[in-house]
């Protein structure tokens, strides 16, 4: 019994530990839980663990951080921060316990609500961040910008943000044909035996010159048998005229010939 425990306990600790890693995007809190929402998160799941980092304007005198499902600068439920660049004062805007999640055939709108609240603008209200990830099949490595920061209202404000990605990019099918599939297919299998025969009719078997073909006897054998089916059928040889089906009829007048060529057979 204490050998089975033994067993079974940690291969739990290894699924339990596998599923964790895998479904980081569960951190999100959804403000109305739903598995179309859900499984829009999940298309985010290579994005997590991640800081995405960038600088505001030259007038901003701050740096913003953003993190899917996850701390972002370390900061706990928080998961994009504004951080001042001379005072390293921390300021979160949007936490992953409040997320709404919105997405289309090749992006993405993450909404995080619940951030620290204004001091004087918009009543307020707790901040918002909105990030806007979009498909981008040329980019190598994810892009974060700063697009605006929508204050100058009485309700509903909030920061804006884009992260260009090739994550999110829907799979393109492939265009090719199944005839086109068949021929290389066929042609790598080609490429494999004439590589393979070479070397081991080179290695092996010690062939020199065009005995290094693979299968040469059978080959050229073949190469005769066409070219002498070629020759009989396209080439003529000789007077191909075909005889003729009747004889030519006698210049001279049927009948009996003249008695005087008889007088010689006679008795005298």
């Known amino acids: 019994m204490l050998l089975s425990v033994s067993i079974i306990a940690p291969l739990f600790v290894l699924l339990v530990g596998v599923r964790a890693k895998n479904n980081n995007t569960d951190n999100c809190k959804l403000l109305a839980e739903s598995e179309s929402e859900r499984k829009v998160l999940r298309s985010l799941e290579p994005l997590t663990k991640q800081n995405f980092t960038v600088e505001g304007e030259e ?12 701390d ?4 706990k439920n928080t998961g994009l ?4 660049k001379d005072s390293g004062k921390q300021t979160p805007i949007g936490n992953y316990t409040r997320t709404r999640a919105i997405g289309g055939s090749d992006w993405v709108l993450l909404i995080y609500e619940g951030g620290e609240k204004y001091d004087s603008h918009c009543s307020k209200e707790p ?6 990830i979009s498909c981008s ?5 994810s892009k974060f910008s700063v697009v605006l920061e929508d204050r100058e209202r009485q309700q509903d404000c909030y920061y804006l943000f884009e992260l260009d990605t090739n994550v999110i990019c829907p799979v393109t099918p492939s265009k090719l044909s199944a005839g086109s599939i068949l021929l290389i297919v066929a042609f790598s299998c080609l490429a494999v035996y004439l590589t393979g025969g070479f070397l081991y009719q080179r290695l092996v078997v010690g062939a020199k010159g065009v005995e290094q073909f693979p299968n040469y006897a059978f080959w050229s054998e073949i ?9 009989f059928v396209c080439r003529s ?12 009829v006698a210049t001279e007048p049927l009948g009996e ?3 005087e060529r008889d007088d010689h057979l006679l008795p005298m």
Do not use: H, W
């Not at 005198?61 to 499902?69: D, E, G």
């Not at 191909?240 to 004889?247: F, L």
């Open 59 to 70: 007038k901003d005198k701050y740096t913003y951080i953003f993190q899917v499902c996850g």
């Open 72 to 75: 972002a600068d370390g900061l």
């Open 81 to 84: 921060v504004q951080r001042a």
């Open 127 to 132: 901040r918002k961040a909105m990030i806007m």
């Open 137 to 141: 099949k040329k980019a190598t490595e």
């Open 223 to 231: 190469g005769n048998l066409s070219a002498d089916g070629c020759d």
């Open 237 to 248: 040889r000789g007077n191909r005229e075909e005889p003729p089906t009747y004889r030519g």
């Open 257 to 259: 010939e003249p008695e």
